[in-house]
């Protein structure tokens, strides 16, 4: 089993900066990638920033050039800087991650969440 425990997330004014963490501990091996979802209310789930295996980074749109995606392969823990923070990206951000077994076969685990509210 894996388990993430995320951090960082709290209430900021548009323009301001956040950091979220999510250390990973468990059975980690095989790692694919890493990543942060969102999810606001009534909206569905999306894709906020991923960081593969090989340290490839992508990011949704809306986000790119604001936020970014890293890794500390020593404390198997990801990061996501997030500045130059708009309304529009208050959420619960959680952390997932994606590993494969020798039969090919992937399996996803997801944080608890954290929510992250950006006032105008």
């Known amino acids: 089993q894996v388990q993430l425990v995320e951090s960082g997330g709290g209430l900021v004014q548009a323009g301001g900066s956040l950091r979220l963490s999510c250390a990973a501990s468990?059975?980690?091996?095989?790692?694919?990638?890493m990543g942060w979802y969102r999810q606001a209310p009534g909206k569905q789930r999306e894709l906020v920033a991923v960081i593969i295996s090989g340290g490839t980074t992508n990011y949704a749109d809306s986000v790119k050039g604001r936020f970014a995606i890293s890794r500390d392969n020593a404390k198997n823990t990801v990061y996501l800087q997030m500045n130059s923070l708009k309304p529009e990206d208050t959420a619960v951000y959680y952390c997932t991650l994606v590993r494969r077994d020798s039969r090919g076969v992937e399996y996803t685990y997801w944080g608890q969440g954290t929510q992250v509210t950006v006032s105008s």
């Open positions: 468990g059975s980690i091996f095989s790692l694919k990638n």
